[in-house]
């Protein structure tokens, strides 16, 4: 088994352009998974509210939530540590 870092996407580029979305700070609204939660690929594991949008972040891969590195409230940024899943 392999830990993995799942971490914060890269904003979409209509946000640089129209910035109606990306107004404000973006942040961790609601997590939606715990340490020891097994997750499938797609499944949402954190809403980040942006100031005029809520938007799902979903796992890359499945695997069991071993760390969380985030708290609700937290800002983010592109890059950013969201959880560490171990992976098969």
């Known amino acids: 088994m392999a830990l993995v870092c799942v971490r914060m996407p890269k904003y979409p580029e209509c946000w640089s352009s129209c910035g109606s979305c990306a107004s404000g700070n973006v942040f961790i609204l609601e997590l939606l998974v715990q340490v020891g939660e097994t997750v499938a690929r797609d499944d949402n594991i954190l809403t980040l509210e942006t100031g005029k949008v809520a938007l ?3 796992s890359p891969w499945a695997g069991i939530v071993r760390e969380i ?12 540590r969201l959880v560490s899943l171990e992976v098969p």
């Open 69 to 80: 590195h985030v708290i609700e409230g937290d800002t983010v940024d592109e890059g950013a």
């Open 56 to 58: 799902d972040i979903p």
